[in-house]
């Protein structure tokens, strides 16, 4: 069952994860495969999930019957920080055993589960326990994004050793055009130097590029 649940990571949280979750799971249900995304932990919101509420815009599905029952956004805390803190803020540790069952029914109920993570790879969930440890553990197919802002490479090659080392399946890079740039010289050369870098390291890794839309935090 692994093999049709796929993690979402990025360089840092401001990578557009959620954005280009969005955007990916659109693409795969247009090829006609049923897809749901899950938001695994919900920072800085309370009762629901931002980021599930701009998955469904940008999928153009509105409010699913799972979003309703909790099974996309399972935990969520009320401070915008790292799950470490969040949980410690809200006096209430990570239920990851209720992660695991509503991903599980995601996954009975759909061809594809795509797990979208809280900032990037090395942000802790616990203390002593990493988001990066979660994958691994899983042993879920990672979806890596980045994107061409300045530092982006720097990021992105030492993620990708993390990976490496951890034994983690790179199994898709998206590389993210939004927001808009007005000068691209960075953007494109970021763009083409890690193709190149994956082409090397990953060869079996597909790479995506994700387009710009207008206004994605409007309604589709």
Request: net charge negative; hydrophobic share 35%; glycine share 6%.
């Amino acid at each position: 069952m692994n093999t049709d649940i796929y993690f979402i990571s990025g360089i840092d949280t401001d990578a557009g994860k959620s954005y280009c979750t969005a955007w990916y799971a659109k693409q795969l249900s247009q090829n006609g495969q049923r897809v749901i995304t899950q938001k695994f932990i919900q920072t800085g919101n309370t009762g629901h999930s931002e980021d599930i509420d701009l998955h469904r815009r940008i999928m153009g599905t509105g409010y699913l019957p799972e979003d309703k029952e909790g099974l996309t956004m399972p935990e969520i805390f009320s401070y915008p920080c790292s799950p470490h803190l969040a949980a410690r803020i809200d006096n209430r540790p990570i239920d990851f055993g209720k992660i695991e069952r509503a991903t599980r029914e995601l996954a009975r109920r759909y061809d594809i589960v795509l797990v979208e993570g809280a900032g990037g790879l090395m942000v802790p969930l616990t203390e002593e326990y990493l988001t990066i440890d979660y994958i691994a553990e899983k042993n879920y197919p990672l979806i890596f994004v980045t994107s061409g802002k300045l530092g982006s490479i720097n990021h992105t090659l030492l993620s990708l050793e993390a990976v490496k080392h951890r034994g983690i399946t790179l199994d898709t890079v998206l590389y993210n055009l939004y927001p808009t740039v007005e000068d691209t010289t960075i953007q494109n050369d970021t763009m083409q130097y890690i193709r190149d870098y994956l082409a090397r390291h990953f060869p079996e890794t597909k790479f995506e590029v994700v387009p710009e839309i207008n206004n994605p935090r409007q309604a589709m």
